[in-house]
């Protein structure tokens, strides 16, 4: 995965994506004299584990500032102390590139490598990104549950169940739902942003819940 991440870092093919990643640093005085990652941030976690956590892009303070993904904003703290709850994560938080995280039997990555402008792709960028996420899936020869965060994360993923032959006709987003290809299931759950945890739209346990599930269904591959 080195060189794949190598060649991940140096891509600028979207105008847009790459203005916004490098700017975006100086409209936050939190971080005033930080350097930021910006680029395009890599997957992290096990490659050679049985679940992926598919999320829909770098946080603009979180990995487009950390360099690592699911790490330094509100939707880390939230995802990775519940992945701990269920024995996934070695710790409860994710803050740096260099706290010494690690994740069992997992790998995380987003279906855009870089941060959009308000949380929105544009579906060119999305088209742009899919040989980064198709070359994650491929490279997971031990994949049995893809963990999809969120409506992006489902129809990226579903993009890439369409190229490699899978019928996904029927296959809306639902929370919770489980969708099962065969080779490997599908497990839906909303993001965990803090927009969907501070409406109530996604509670702890609710999410909890769905990562048991994810645990299970890997179990039941073994």
């Known amino acids: 995965m080195q060189e794949f991440n190598k060649k991940l870092i140096e891509c600028r093919k979207c105008d847009r994506l790459v203005r916004f990643r490098e700017e975006v ?3 936050n005085s939190r971080y005033a004299g930080e350097n930021f990652w910006s680029r395009p941030v890599p997957g992290f976690g096990d490659i050679s584990g049985s679940i992926l956590v598919l999320g829909l892009a770098p946080a603009a303070t979180g ?5 690592r993904v699911f790490t330094g904003d509100k939707s880390s703290d939230f ?3 519940c992945l701990h709850e269920v024995g996934i994560s070695n710790i409860p938080t994710s803050t740096s ?3 010494g995280l690690e994740y069992y039997d997992t790998y995380i990555t987003a279906v855009l490598k870089c941060v959009p402008p308000n949380d929105k792709p544009a579906g060119e960028e999305i088209n742009n990104c899919s040989e980064y996420l198709e070359f994650e899936i491929d490279s997971m020869s031990n994949l049995k549950v893809v963990l999809t965060l969120g409506t992006v994360a489902h129809t990226g993923f579903n993009k890439y169940l369409r190229k490699k032959g899978f019928d996904t006709r029927g296959k809306k987003f639902v929370h919770g739902e489980v969708y099962d290809y065969g080779k490997f299931k599908e497990v839906c759950c909303y ?4 927009r969907n945890v501070n409406t109530g739209r996604l509670s702890r346990k609710q999410f909890i819940d769905v990562l048991w599930k994810v645990k299970h269904q890997a179990n039941r591959f073994h």
């Open 63 to 67: 990995g487009n500032r950390t360099g």
């Open 191 to 194: 993001h965990p942003s803090p």
């Open 25 to 27: 640093s100086g409209r």
């Open 79 to 81: 995802l990775v102390s």
């Open 97 to 99: 590139i260099d706290d």
